[in-house]
């Protein structure tokens, strides 16, 4: 009889599973589906589900009045260039300390970690300035160093918990072997702890990619990404809502694709190493 | 070339002292083994001499220059670490080259010293294996291999033994004492199994809380040791120490007996006692005797089978050319 209840407890937890997840993906759902409606069907009260007339219009209309490929191209450069920079600062950082702490590893940690809690915004206006003073605005070179900088702790953080699961003894192994510092880093540390490594630029490529706050009040034209070009679908009056789910589809699909095929390394970011 | 002097060395951490200032030498071609209670700071002391601990205070010298201050790179030691330490992404032929590869050695010679090494330890079918599919033994081996190739001045093994099962320990021990042998090369060893100590040692370092008790040859230990520490800790099982009258009638405030030097009778001896157990192992008989005067059990060591049960009275007789006598602070008496 054990054996029945658990079968019946594995369905229920099976189907509470499956509503929770589809609840998550409703609103993902529901932007795909508006975005081949017509803009009348997207605001019809009640709203239809399934049964309207599928039309490609819309994505029609946003590749005529935008340039997809130039804001893409943006979004590619700055979550790329940012993850890849913070990644090259990060993994030394995380390096010691996992393996050499000092008495205040834990507080600078804590300290990164900081950073943030404060909400964005509060600090908008010195760095607006700072853009300003260094000719920075509207371009990649700035915002592949802001979001570097704001992914940052996170990379630092994930690096250090999977660097702490390797095994001291293996790199006192390599430094007995002769090897230099930079030696140990390359060819004992960096290989062992690639699939956190993987998964750490993985999740900071998917995190820049949906930056908004910064990507929308830093750039214009020239270094808009694709946050700014679904943003520049919603405006006052006006319909809007097709073109603007169509353009949130264009805009998502590349990072979902990426996820989609890297599952497995997400999980494991994502649980920031807790599962082995 | 590979010998190694400590001058006065101090290792603290913090405001804990886990060596106090000790000086040790270790000639070159040495096979020294620093045995000792858990805790007891010889692997710290290992440590020291590999370069991966910075001393507190005193100096280290290899080959006669000072090597205080050197990276553990630089010190042409290698070592073997007790969890191996192989390194999991490379195959064992990259990893018995990699100290090699980091000493920009030429890649004929390279693996001239592989395939060498890999004959010498039976690794010939495994070299293009991972460490994550070889057994313990063979893990053990490559580790070896690793060390060899370097052609170190001295190697160094941290407990190298301990994750093996017993009957392959029995194994890699002989393999070991082969291999020092045959290189001729000073090892220093460390282990907390004094069985491993007195079978491969040509000198063994006792340490107790990180101070050496005693220096000498596993037989100048077995048949002299310094103080009662030494005595109880080399000899399996451990000797007998006597406190009381019994020790007063030697003047010494304890006598020690090995269990191998007192023999057994059913009619008469110095001392009487009960039977309690009896672990017979075939070879020879193990006896712990209740009610000994002063030493509670004894425990004596028989050879071969003899038919005793627990509660039997039996009579014991020490063989007085091998009792130990030492003083209040438990120190021998000459």
């Known amino acids: 009889m054990a054996r029945a209840v658990t079968t019946q407890r594995k369905a229920i937890n099976t189907a509470f599973a499956w509503g929770v997840g589809l609840l998550i993906f409703f609103p993902i759902l529901w932007t795909i589906l508006t975005s081949f409606k017509t803009e009348a069907q997207a605001i019809s009260d009640p709203p239809v589900f399934l049964f309207f007339d599928w039309t490609l219009e819309n994505y029609a209309a946003v590749q005529e009045r935008s340039n997809y490929a130039r804001f893409l191209w943006n979004s590619i450069i700055i979550a790329v260039g940012s993850t890849i920079l913070g990644t090259i600062i990060a993994v030394p950082a995380a390096w010691s300390m996992a393996f050499v702490p000092s008495k205040r590893t834990k507080d600078i940690l804590l300290w990164m970690l900081s950073t943030k809690m404060l909400p964005a915004v509060g600090v908008l206006y010195p760095i607006y300035l700072l853009f300003i003073r260094l000719g920075w605005l509207d371009t990649q070179i700035g915002l592949v160093l802001v979001l570097m900088l704001i992914n940052l702790p996170i990379i630092v953080w994930m690096l250090y918990t999977y660097f702490r699961e390797i095994p001291g003894e293996i790199l006192e192994a390599a430094r007995m072997d002769g090897a230099s510092l930079k030696d140990e880093i390359i060819y004992v540390l960096t290989p062992m702890a690639v699939p956190g490594i993987a998964s750490t630029i993985l999740l900071n490529i998917i995190l820049a990619w949906n930056e908004a706050f910064w990507t929308l009040n830093l750039t214009a034209a020239n270094a808009a990404p694709l946050t700014a070009f679904i943003a520049s679908y919603s405006s006052p009056e006006g319909l809007f809502y097709a073109k603007l789910s169509a353009a949130s589809v264009m805009a998502i699909a590349p990072i979902l694709i990426m996820g989609w095929f890297s599952q497995k390394q997400l999980v494991r970011g994502l649980t920031f190493g807790a599962v082995k | ?334």
Not at chain 2, 24 to 31: A, S
Not at chain 2, 47 to 56: K, Q, V
């Open chain 2, 1 to 334: 070339m590979g010998r190694i002097q400590l001058k006065q060395v101090k290792k603290s951490f913090g405001d804990v002292t886990v060596i106090p200032p000790l000086d040790l030498t270790i000639e070159d071609g040495e096979f020294t083994v620093f045995v000792g209670p858990s805790g007891c700071g010889k692997s710290t002391l290992l440590r020291l001499i590999a370069g991966l601990e910075d001393t507190s205070d005193g100096v280290i010298e290899i080959d006669g220059k000072d090597a205080t201050s050197l990276p553990p790179a630089k010190r042409s030691l290698a070592m073997v670490f007790q969890s191996y330490a192989l390194y999991p992404h490379m195959t064992v032929r990259k990893n018995i080259a990699f100290p090699m590869k980091m000493a920009g050695v030429d890649k004929a010679e390279q693996d001239r010293r592989i395939e060498a090494a890999a004959k010498a330890l039976n690794l010939a079918d495994y070299l293009d294996r991972r460490p994550g599919q070889l057994s313990g033994g063979q893990r053990q081996r490559v580790a070896i291999g690793r060390a060899i190739v370097r052609e170190p001045a001295a190697f160094l093994f941290d407990e190298p033994l301990s994750n093996l099962d017993a009957a392959l320990r029995v194994g890699m021990r002989m393999e070991i004492s082969e291999l020092h042998k045959k290189l001729d090369t000073t090892m220093i060893y460390v282990t907390h199994d004094q069985v491993e100590a007195m079978t491969m040692a040509d000198k063994i370092v006792v340490l107790q809380a990180g101070v050496i008790e005693q220096v000498g040859s596993p037989l100048e230990l077995y048949r002299t040791p310094r103080n009662k520490f030494v005595a109880g800790f080399i000899g399996s099982p451990k000797m007998n120490f006597l406190e009381g009258p019994e020790a007063a009638k030697h003047d010494a405030h304890t006598i020690g007996i090995r269990p191998e030097h007192v023999e057994v009778s059913t009619t008469e001896g110095l001392w009487q006692g009960k039977v309690g157990v009896a672990e017979h192992l075939g070879s020879d008989t193990f006896i712990h005797v209740h009610g000994v005067p002063g030493c509670d059990p004894m425990t004596v060591r028989v050879g071969g089978e003899i038919p005793v049960h627990h509660g039997d009275t039996i009579f014991l007789n020490p063989n007085l050319e091998h009792l130990h006598r030492f003083d209040a602070e438990g120190l021998r008496i000459q």
